[in-house]
């Protein structure tokens, strides 16, 4: 019962009945079904952009540090802050483990110098926390990972250019963590402005040498690239935010009221939410955590393993000096 999908072209024979291995994919989902999977993600923006709610929407549910009883009056740190909150969200059966990363104080202070220091620490300490587990001569199962996927990256939505802090912000951090930049607030533009200042951003970015993610240099193969082209070509996504429902024509949906109607979150005429969502959970979140282990994490290593003069266990006081 030898089919036309048996036979391989790197010389194997025709099979002779069937034996079963495109059972692996369905091994594989059980086993991912019973284990659950972790997804962190990094939003930084100056206070005011929405960044809260924004991650709400994303995900339908209060996961945002504000939902979890964080006061909204909160005051605007004096320094930059680094604040976790863990979730775990399931839905068709697959439970994943939601960390969300804040920077309240990201942007806000009179002087902004070095700003993105403790966000880039913070992010290499979880790679050390990572290494450490894995040269360790009794290693866990199943490291905890805790490394950043994903840094969300919210520009102003000022319609003029980026500010010094945006460009610098990516420029240190687009080698060691995937940064995605977003227009917040995309209801204050008109339909012409949005379109101009993507493209002003776009092209800042590009003369700034900044590799945002999908990085060209990773798409694996002709088919990924023409995919991701799309993608970087409609990037950063100018979208909107809303945790509220309103009816519009007989249906509920998600948006902001305004005087002059309802903007519609998930309608793709209002803003570039569902665009954003899709690429991120839909279609790109398993790549983001490939890269973020195979490349920065990898980068990462090498440099900790090649400081420490090969590979054994590294002590404690080794990672004082661990920020790249």
Request: net charge neutral; hydrophobic share 30%; proline share 3%.
């Amino acid at each position: 019962c030898a089919d036309s999908g048996t036979h391989s072209s790197t010389g194997g024979s025709t099979l002779l009945g069937y034996i079963g291995i495109d059972t692996i994919i369905e091994q594989m989902r059980k086993k991912t079904m019973k284990t659950g999977f972790d997804f962190n993600i990094m939003v930084v923006g100056h206070s005011g952009l929405g960044k809260s709610t924004l991650v709400n929407t994303l995900f339908k549910s209060q996961v945002s540090r504000r939902s979890a009883g964080w006061a909204r009056d909160e005051k605007i740190p004096k320094t930059v802050e680094i604040k976790s909150v863990s979730h775990v969200i399931e839905e068709g059966g697959v439970k994943m483990k939601l960390t969300l990363v804040d920077t309240p104080g990201f942007g806000d202070q009179i002087n902004n110098d070095n700003c993105w220091e403790p966000i880039s620490k913070f992010i290499n300490e979880q790679y050390e926390k990572f290494l450490k587990e894995e040269v360790n001569i009794t290693r866990k199962k199943r490291i905890p990972d805790t490394r950043v996927h994903c840094c969300l990256y919210f520009i102003s939505p000022t319609g003029h250019s980026l500010r010094q802090l945006d460009i610098e912000f990516m420029k240190r951090l687009s080698h060691s963590v995937n940064i995605i930049p977003i227009i917040a607030k995309a209801d204050t533009m008109t339909t012409e402005e949005r379109q101009e200042f993507k493209q002003r951003v776009r092209k800042e970015l590009e003369m700034s040498g900044i590799e945002f993610y999908p990085q060209k240099e990773f798409d694996d193969d002709m088919e990924d690239k023409s995919d991701n082209d799309k993608i970087r070509e409609a990037m950063p996504f100018a979208v909107v935010g809303s945790d509220k429902e309103y009816q519009v024509n007989g249906k509920r949906v998600l948006g902001r009221k305004t005087a002059w109607g309802v903007v519609e979150v998930e309608n793709p005429n209002h803003c570039e939410f569902a665009q954003l969502r899709d690429f991120l959970i839909r279609s790109h979140l398993q790549d983001l955590k490939e890269v973020t282990h195979n490349i920065h994490y990898e980068t990462y290593r090498a440099k900790r393993l090649n400081e420490n003069g090969g590979l054994h266990p590294i002590s404690s006081s080794d990672t004082q000096e661990s920020n790249l």
